[in-house]
């Protein structure tokens, strides 16, 4: 019988907060949720934005709240883009002169160049004819709205982070944020199962792209700078496993990442999933850090039409300003979607071992599919993979949960803000719910909050759905007014406010959560409630089983809601240990049957059998 993946533990940040404790998803629906409920959010987002959390008031929670979720972006000064103009200078009367250091001097000089010595140091130079010269200059940026992480929140400060591309700045914060919301202690986990029965699948769609790796390796000759030792290492998209594997948890387990555009969240996830359920694996570790409000990667999105522009902002609402807060309005009328930077990562545990241990049981992974768009005439274009995966998803959930419980699920769709999208996927969603028999579907999309983050989006679907099963309210999509007239409604509800589904959402059983992405990398990914999920253990393990679990599980619950509380005040563990414990080829002891490595309590377990015996 296959594992059950089981989510034990989730972290990260987004623009809407911490993901452990819930706190991305509280600020989402605040307005629903009671003052008492909210004060640990209120406290938390202050320590992280360098705001005075002692006294939580009115003007403390409204910088807060401007702080945060979609706004005018913070990483750039969209008033202020750096920008060279290239320029033709041509003489007057007199030939063009300047005087130069001798060390700026070009390795060529051009032909219509004469130097002559001011000293050993300068010359001036004379230009016969036409100069062609680059202008330094800032403009004005036609896009200022993005998801950047809480303002004020200085990754910097975190650790010592010098020289590391923010898209991994964001991965050790994030990673950690996961560790610590477990309840247990990394280092005992891995006393109870072999070195590699750990799997990391992280990364990021786009790679890193910022000043210290890509974006400064390939801009460096052009801007007169140079290329580090460290820029093409971080700049690759599976740099946030290797730094997870290598600096956070002390691995030797399977890793990599599985990139599929807009949807490589998911793509990681089902990597984990896989694991898991094979038994490869234990204990599997998923996720992605993107870090893409950078104004040639945002540059790359617009000329392609697909970001929401503050001139068609201001049209949609005819208003000479531009509402940030509201560039992302999925399945209305929108013009783009908005740019945002987030990491998110989940712990997956086999079941049987999360029993024994007595970790916080969040959900469960039933399976993610995924399907390509076949031959279509734009790649960047949508296309019909997307309906497979659907479907396969709402099978699978109807063969679970029964014809009835099949409608008490809900939808966390792609929900970008674009003309296309809203027209696509509505299509897809009312298709499938109408083949289903699915009456009214709770669809929501919560990229109207916190933004478009590339390849963590569909981790930011999944820690908000998983929060609807600790306060019971699904996020509604609150920055639009109305329902286009293209949007295909029939069998939908599409929510333009929160909806309360039960405490602890136990109204639904089952979450479907939807990617898209560029080139037909489509992905759909049902994940059971932790209500649904302890029925399924109970039914698999018995009521004994289950109930001397619960008993453990009381400790673990203190034990991670203490750490949550000491991260509100801002005492956070930060794992990240460079150089500690490094193992070299004297830490390591082979035989026949097994590698033994320093500083691990067990062995690998090497093949003693053929597993294809039956074809010899």
Same mark, same amino acid.
């Given at each position: 019988?296959?594992?059950?993946?089981?989510?034990?533990?989730?972290?990260?940040?987004?623009?809407?907060?911490?993901?452990s404790?819930?706190?991305? !998803?509280?600020?989402?629906?605040?307005?629903?949720?009671?003052?008492?409920?909210?004060?640990?959010?209120?406290?938390?987002?202050?320590?992280?934005?360098?705001?005075?959390?002692?006294?939580?008031?009115?003007?403390?929670?409204?910088q807060?709240?401007?702080g945060?979720?979609?706004?005018?972006?913070?990483?750039?000064?969209?008033?202020?883009?750096?920008?060279?103009r290239?320029?033709k200078?041509?003489?007057?009367?007199e030939?063009?002169?300047f005087?130069?250091?001798?060390?700026k001097?070009?390795?060529?000089?051009?032909?219509?160049?004469?130097?002559?010595?001011?000293?050993?140091?300068?010359?001036?130079?004379?230009?016969?004819?036409?100069?062609?010269?680059?202008?330094?200059?800032a403009?004005?940026?036609?896009?200022?709205?993005?998801? $950047?992480?809480?303002?004020g929140?200085?990754?910097?400060?975190l650790?010592?982070?010098?020289s590391h591309?923010?898209?991994?700045?964001?991965?050790?914060?994030?990673?950690?944020?996961?560790?610590?919301?477990?309840?247990?202690?990394?280092?005992?986990?891995?006393t109870?199962?072999?070195p590699?029965?750990?799997?990391?699948?992280?990364?990021?769609?786009?790679?890193?792209?910022?000043?210290?790796?890509?974006?400064?390796?390939?801009?460096?000759?052009f801007?007169?700078?140079?290329v580090?030792?460290?820029?093409?290492?971080?700049?690759l998209?599976?740099?946030?496993a290797?730094?997870?594997?290598?600096?956070?948890?002390?691995?030797?387990?399977?890793?990599?990442?599985?990139?599929?555009?807009?949807?490589s969240?998911?793509?990681?996830?089902?990597?984990?999933?896989l694991d898991?359920?094979?038994g490869?694996?234990?204990?599997?570790?998923?996720?992605?850090?993107?870090?893409?409000?950078?104004?040639?990667?945002?540059?790359?999105?617009?000329v392609?039409?697909a970001?929401?522009?503050?001139d068609?902002?201001?049209?949609?609402?005819?208003?000479d300003?531009v509402?940030?807060r509201?560039?992302?309005r999925?399945?209305?009328s929108?013009?783009?979607?908005?740019m945002?930077?987030s990491?998110?990562?989940?712990?997956?545990m086999?079941?049987?071992?999360?029993?024994?241990?007595?970790?916080?049981?969040?959900?469960?992974? *039933?399976?993610v599919?995924?399907?390509?768009d076949a031959?279509?005439?734009?790649?960047?274009?949508?296309?019909?993979?997307?309906?497979?995966?659907?479907?396969?998803?709402?099978?699978?959930?109807?063969?679970i949960?029964?014809?009835g419980?099949?409608?008490?699920?809900?939808?966390?769709?792609?929900?970008?803000?674009?003309?296309?999208?809203?027209?696509t996927?509505?299509?897809?969603?009312?298709?499938v719910?109408?083949?289903?028999?699915?009456?009214?579907?709770?669809?929501?999309?919560?990229k109207? !909050?916190?933004?478009?983050?590339?390849?963590?989006?569909?981790?930011?679907?999944?820690?908000?759905?998983?929060g609807?099963?600790?306060?019971?309210w699904?996020?509604?999509?609150k920055?639009i007014?109305?329902i286009?007239?293209?949007?295909?409604?029939?069998?939908?509800?599409? =929510?333009?406010?929160?909806?309360?589904?039960?405490?602890?959402?136990?109204?639904?059983k089952?979450?479907?959560?939807?990617?898209?992405?560029?080139?037909?990398?489509?992905?759909?990914?049902l994940?059971?409630s932790?209500?649904?999920? =302890?029925?399924?253990?109970?039914?698999?393990?018995g009521?004994?089983?289950?109930?001397? !679990?619960?008993?453990k $599980?009381?400790q673990?619950?203190?034990?991670?809601a203490?750490a949550?509380?000491?991260?509100?005040?801002?005492?956070?563990?930060?794992?990240y240990?460079?150089g $500690?414990?490094?193992?070299?080829?004297?830490?390591?002891?082979?035989s026949?049957?097994?590698?033994?490595?320093?500083?691990? *309590?067990?062995?690998?377990?090497?093949?003693?059998?053929n597993?294809?015996?039956?074809?010899?």
């Amino acid at each position: 019988m296959a594992k059950l993946p089981l989510i034990v533990g989730l972290g990260g940040i987004n623009a809407a907060g911490r993901s452990s404790g819930f706190h991305s !998803y509280k600020r989402l629906v605040c307005d629903a949720l009671q003052d008492d409920v909210m004060a640990s959010t209120w406290q938390d987002l202050a320590q992280r934005m360098g705001l005075d959390s002692s006294d939580i008031n009115a003007d403390i929670i409204a910088q807060i709240k401007a702080g945060t979720l979609v706004r005018h972006a913070t990483t750039f000064d969209p008033k202020a883009v750096p920008f060279q103009r290239k320029a033709k200078l041509t003489a007057g009367a007199e030939p063009i002169t300047f005087q130069l250091k001798k060390s700026k001097l070009p390795h060529t000089i051009p032909a219509n160049w004469s130097l002559t010595d001011i000293d050993n140091k300068t010359v001036t130079v004379t230009v016969e004819g036409d100069f062609d010269v680059l202008i330094n200059d800032a403009i004005d940026y036609p896009v200022s709205s993005a998801g $950047n992480i809480p303002t004020g929140f200085d990754l910097d400060k975190l650790y010592n982070s010098r020289s590391h591309p923010r898209g991994l700045k964001l991965t050790v914060y994030g990673a950690s944020d996961a560790l610590n919301s477990l309840g247990v202690d990394w280092d005992s986990i891995l006393t109870l199962i072999n070195p590699d029965e750990v799997s990391v699948y992280a990364g990021s769609a786009l790679g890193q792209v910022d000043e210290n790796s890509f974006g400064g390796m390939l801009s460096a000759y052009f801007k007169g700078g140079r290329v580090s030792t460290k820029m093409m290492a971080m700049a690759l998209a599976e740099m946030p496993a290797d730094f997870i594997n290598s600096y956070v948890i002390n691995s030797a387990g399977t890793t990599g990442t599985n990139m599929g555009a807009c949807a490589s969240f998911l793509y990681n996830l089902r990597q984990g999933m896989l694991d898991i359920q094979s038994g490869k694996s234990k204990v599997a570790i998923v996720g992605n850090a993107e870090a893409p409000v950078e104004t040639g990667v945002m540059e790359g999105f617009r000329v392609m039409g697909a970001l929401a522009e503050d001139d068609q902002l201001k049209a949609l609402d005819n208003s000479d300003s531009v509402d940030n807060r509201r560039a992302c309005r999925p399945f209305s009328s929108n013009a783009g979607f908005t740019m945002a930077e987030s990491a998110q990562f989940v712990v997956l545990m086999d079941d049987e071992l999360a029993l024994e241990l007595g970790v916080t049981i969040y959900g469960s992974v *039933a399976d993610v599919f995924i399907n390509a768009d076949a031959n279509k005439k734009s790649i960047s274009a949508p296309g019909i993979g997307n309906y497979v995966t659907v479907a396969k998803a709402t099978a699978l959930a109807k063969a679970i949960l029964g014809e009835g419980g099949l409608q008490h699920t809900f939808v966390q769709a792609h929900g970008t803000g674009t003309p296309q999208n809203r027209v696509t996927e509505s299509h897809i969603l009312s298709e499938v719910a109408a083949s289903f028999n699915i009456t009214n579907w709770p669809v929501t999309a919560i990229k109207s !909050y916190v933004g478009h983050s590339m390849g963590a989006a569909a981790g930011d679907q999944l820690v908000a759905s998983l929060g609807v099963w600790q306060h019971g309210w699904i996020p509604g999509i609150k920055t639009i007014d109305h329902i286009a007239d293209d949007v295909h409604q029939a069998n939908l509800n599409i =929510l333009t406010d929160h909806q309360f589904v039960g405490d602890k959402g136990q109204e639904m059983k089952a979450v479907l959560l939807n990617a898209k992405g560029f080139g037909g990398n489509n992905a759909t990914g049902l994940v059971l409630s932790p209500q649904q999920t =302890l029925m399924m253990l109970k039914a698999k393990y018995g009521a004994s089983v289950v109930n001397t !679990y619960q008993e453990k $599980n009381s400790q673990i619950q203190q034990t991670a809601a203490t750490a949550d509380r000491n991260a509100c005040a801002g005492d956070e563990n930060i794992r990240y240990a460079f150089g $500690n414990a490094v193992i070299d080829e004297a830490g390591v002891n082979i035989s026949t049957e097994e590698v033994r490595l320093q500083g691990f *309590a067990n062995a690998i377990k090497l093949a003693q059998s053929n597993p294809y015996q039956d074809y010899s």
